[in-house]
């Protein structure tokens, strides 16, 4: 048995309260890798996200990572979804090295999202 | 989600460690503050005579608690040294007569790694598996056991899920077949009965931090058998029949010792009161849609109880616990996630293992605070599955 790891005040904060959890009215995309699971859905109103959404199934990590996604990116066109970058990410949050295939996988959900928004 | 870091902590992990007991703590201060005790017990002089009292003393009280001689019990660091000393000790002093070594897949690491050390060095190990409830069955050891079978470790309390095992049966099936039998007993001595003068235990470990005497001190008990006996792993001084030579330490001695006494006033007490703490939490989180209690519920000391919930990853189950001191049975830092080997052997799938919350009582437990902890179980459980993407359907799992 183990004990829960050592976690940044980001990651916490944003685990703690994630404002973004749900879904939002258009495209949803979806990426799993093991166990984890990411689910990014998002409203397009004239040529911009007016709001990004979550779901998550998997480490406090990837669910702060993916809030603090959602935070950051709300507002802007889809085209800017290709400044999401995980290293940033890992970074500013405090993420520890060994979590960094979790962030890779919300990268993979946001790729996904950007070309079927292109798309729709 | 409520991160709760300024809440009161609930404590909930006595199968890790239990805190020190205020009598153990006493005596320990008094041996250290004593003009004589602090000395080498090895030592003539009348302040190492002074110590070597102390110690012999607390030999008693732990040999007294187990129903053993007190000449029959090794110190040791805690119960991973006794469990290395006892498996590769044996494994070695018996290796003329055979090589085979026999022990259950849910046994504790220090178990496991011993006998993994162990078929590197050509010895063949027979890994038995449990039923879906944990225990070993009995026929699966019986056939496992050959000719050349020399040593079977089985534990007493399985660490993460509480299982009892039959040891008195397995022991007595060793006996037969004239195979030492090893029991790490480090999550019952204390807890449960344990009388070594009537059960058919060849090799026992245990560590004083399970039962509220100090971490760093366990001792491993050696029956007095013929054929019975294991080589050193540590050389140097000549101290405990060169088969754990080291300084004793003399304080942590005498805190297990009284705290071995307190658990023999208090064992029935203490088993009544994890019996209701057990009981009541169950009772408020056994209805929650998708908990399962992991290991057997009957064969099962309640100072322990490991559950899992189907649409929660652990780590966050964990953190989403927070104040709640308690185990996962998730190997949250590692790479993989790899979930619990023990809940594996019991044929858990991995979402379920990798859920696992294990609860563990002890004296200072209250039932507020289990009351508390089936809320904030159900609330993290409800929070969590809320924000989780929809089940993927079978058919593309």
Redesign the interface.
Request: aromatic fraction near 12%; include cysteine; hydrophobic fraction near 35%.
């Given at each position: 048995?183990?004990?829960?790891?050592d976690?940044s005040e980001r990651v916490?904060?944003l685990?703690?309260?994630?404002e973004h959890?749900?879904d939002a009215r258009g495209p949803v995309v979806?990426a799993?890798r093991?166990?984890?699971?990411?689910?990014l859905s998002a409203e397009v109103g004239n040529g911009r996200i007016e709001r990004l959404a979550?779901?998550?199934?998997?480490?406090?990590h990837l669910?702060a990572a993916a809030e603090a996604f959602c935070a950051a990116f709300e507002g802007r066109s889809a085209t800017e979804l290709a400044q999401f970058s995980a290293t940033d990410t890992i970074e500013a949050l405090g993420i520890?090295v060994?979590k960094t295939?979790r962030i890779l996988l919300l990268e993979d959900a946001i790729a996904a999202l950007r070309e079927t928004i292109g798309q729709s | 989600m409520n991160a709760g870091r300024e809440a009161r902590p609930v404590y909930l992990d006595y199968a890790a460690t239990a805190p020190a007991a205020p009598e153990v703590r006493e005596a320990m201060l008094a041996c250290l503050e004593d003009p004589l005790c602090f000395a080498n017990p090895s030592s003539v002089h009348r302040a190492g005579r002074a110590a070597a009292r102390a110690e012999a003393f607390a030999r008693e009280q732990l040999a007294t608690l187990i129903g053993a001689a007190p000449r029959d019990l090794l110190w040791t660091s805690g119960a991973t040294e006794s469990d290395n000393l006892a498996i590769i000790g044996a494994a070695r002093f018996r290796a003329h007569r055979g090589r085979h070594l026999v022990t259950l897949r849910t046994e504790h690491k220090a178990v496991i790694d011993a006998f993994a050390a162990l078929e590197r060095d050509g010895f063949e190990v027979t890994w038995l598996e449990p039923g879906a409830d944990g225990l070993l069955p009995l026929a699966a050891l019986e056939k496992a056991l050959r000719e050349d079978t020399q040593l079977v470790s089985v534990m007493h309390v399985n660490n993460e899920t509480g299982v009892i095992q039959d040891i008195e049966a397995i022991g007595s099936l060793c006996r037969e077949r004239g195979v030492l039998y090893h029991c790490d007993a480090a999550q019952s001595v204390g807890k449960l009965p344990l009388d070594l003068g009537r059960l058919p235990v060849d090799l026992l470990s245990l560590t004083a931090h399970k039962f509220y005497g100090p971490p760093g001190i366990g001792a491993l008990y050696i029956a007095p058998r013929e054929g019975c006996g294991v080589e050193p792993l540590l050389h140097g001084g000549g101290q405990q029949r060169r088969l754990r030579p080291g300084t004793l330490p003399t304080p942590l001695i005498v805190g297990c010792g009284r705290a071995a006494a307190l658990a023999a006033e208090r064992r029935a007490a203490d088993f009544e009161h994890v019996v209701t703490l057990s009981a009541a939490l169950w009772e408020r989180i056994r209805v929650l849609p998708g908990v399962v209690l992991n290991g057997a519920a009957e064969a099962r000391y309640p100072g322990i109880l490991n559950v899992s919930a189907e649409g929660v990853e652990g780590e966050s189950l964990l953190l989403a616990l927070e104040p709640l001191c308690v185990a996962s049975g998730s190997a949250c830092n590692s790479l993989s996630g790899e979930p619990s080997y023990v809940l594996r052997a019991l044929g858990r799938p991995t979402e379920l293992a990798q859920s696992a919350v294990r609860f563990s009582f002890g004296r200072p437990t209250t039932l507020a605070d289990v009351i508390e902890a089936g809320e904030r179980y159900a609330g993290a459980l409800s929070r969590l599955r809320a924000i989780a993407p929809p089940p993927v359907p079978q058919a593309l799992a």
């Open positions: 048995m183990s004990a829960a790891p976690y916490r904060r685990f703690a309260r994630p959890a749900g979806e799993a093991g166990d984890a699971r990411v689910r979550f779901r998550v199934y998997g480490c406090p669910i520890p060994e295939g | -």
